[in-house]
């Protein structure tokens, strides 16, 4: 299923700060793990990603480094901030209590 492309504006950044709690990531490590933790329902590819990515540490959210890899080329690798954190945290709540609602009304859950 394919989400659409005003809810994947919410969700994605969301996504994306859950993933980097686990540890930091490259960008690619994001896409591949994207696609497989949610069986290709939140895939995104590289073009979509990478903005996303960029706001994302604008924000504050999130911090990159960069590190030369055996191959010789550069990859940037990005980790959470505890600001980041805290949006994190606080997303959290709002999609609970929206599952919760939705769930009240018949739309999610058993």
Known sequence: MKIERELMRGVGPVAVLRLLEGGEKYGYELVAALDRQTDGVLAMGQSTLYPLLYNLEAKGLIAS?????????????????????????????????????????GIVGG
């Open 65 to 105: 480094r960069v590190e030369t890899v055996e191959s010789g080329r550069e990859r940037k690798y990005y980790r959470l901030t505890s600001s980041g954190k805290k949006r994190l945290d606080h997303e959290r709540e709002q999609w609970q209590a929206v599952t919760a609602a939705m769930g009240k009304l």
